[in-house]
């Protein structure tokens, strides 16, 4: 594919995607109070590991057969990331009448089970994670994180049939 820039090039976009979205939800929370759920916290421990893996494939510039190693990295990343956001959403859609109760804070979630337990139970999604708070063109945050982890997973697929 000779229309995108050269790989590293590509790779450095999908850091600095990923170091963007950081930094907006970081915003979100500090200046406009948008306090995360757990599910919005394991989104953005999706998104550092994506931006750090972007990172470490740009300062690498991989040829060929490594792009492709680092492809299935970044594309693993961004599915488990898409799945947390598209259990959001799906939470997001339920009738009121069937959205899990608000559980006990994700510190305490973390400090009273063992690690599997405790992820199964966040992963789990309650209350506070159907909320919608802030959104932008009648959206929410979790859908958007949904469309940008599929967009970063495509975008890091076919670099390694970028022959730059």
Same mark, same amino acid.
Request: hydrophobic share 50%; net charge positive.
């Given at each position: 594919? @000779?229309?995108?820039?050269?790989?590293?090039?590509?790779? @450095?976009?999908?850091?600095?995607?990923?170091?963007?979205?950081?930094?907006?939800?970081?915003?979100?929370?500090?200046?406009?109070?948008?306090?995360?759920?757990?599910?919005?916290?394991?989104?953005?421990?999706?998104?550092?590991?994506?931006?750090?893996?972007?990172?470490?494939?740009?300062?690498?510039?991989?040829?060929?057969?490594?792009?492709?190693?680092?492809?299935?990295?970044?594309?693993? @990343?961004?599915?488990?990331?898409?799945?947390?956001?598209?259990?959001?959403?799906?939470?997001?859609?339920?009738?009121?009448?069937?959205?899990?109760?608000?559980?006990?804070?994700?510190?305490?979630?973390?400090?009273?089970?063992?690690?599997?337990?405790?992820?199964?139970?966040?992963?789990?999604?309650?209350?506070?994670?159907?909320?919608?708070?802030?959104?932008?063109?009648?959206?929410?945050?979790?859908?958007?994180?949904?469309?940008?982890?599929?967009?970063?997973?495509?975008?890091?697929?076919?670099?390694?049939?970028?022959?730059?």
């Amino acid at each position: 594919m @000779t229309l995108l820039p050269r790989r590293q090039i590509c790779y @450095t976009l999908g850091f600095l995607a990923c170091s963007g979205l950081m930094a907006f939800a970081l915003f979100l929370q500090y200046s406009l109070g948008e306090d995360p759920c757990p599910l919005c916290i394991f989104q953005r421990l999706a998104f550092m590991a994506l931006g750090f893996s972007f990172l470490v494939a740009a300062l690498h510039n991989p040829q060929k057969t490594g792009s492709a190693i680092y492809a299935i990295l970044h594309v693993l @990343t961004a599915c488990v990331g898409a799945a947390i956001a598209a259990r959001q959403v799906w939470l997001q859609h339920l009738p009121p009448d069937q959205v899990p109760s608000c559980g006990p804070g994700l510190s305490y979630i973390l400090q009273a089970n063992p690690l599997f337990k405790a992820l199964s139970v966040v992963l789990s999604g309650s209350g506070e994670c159907a909320q919608v708070g802030w959104t932008l063109f009648s959206l929410s945050i979790a859908q958007w994180a949904l469309m940008v982890f599929i967009i970063l997973g495509v975008w890091a697929f076919v670099q390694p049939l970028n022959r730059r």
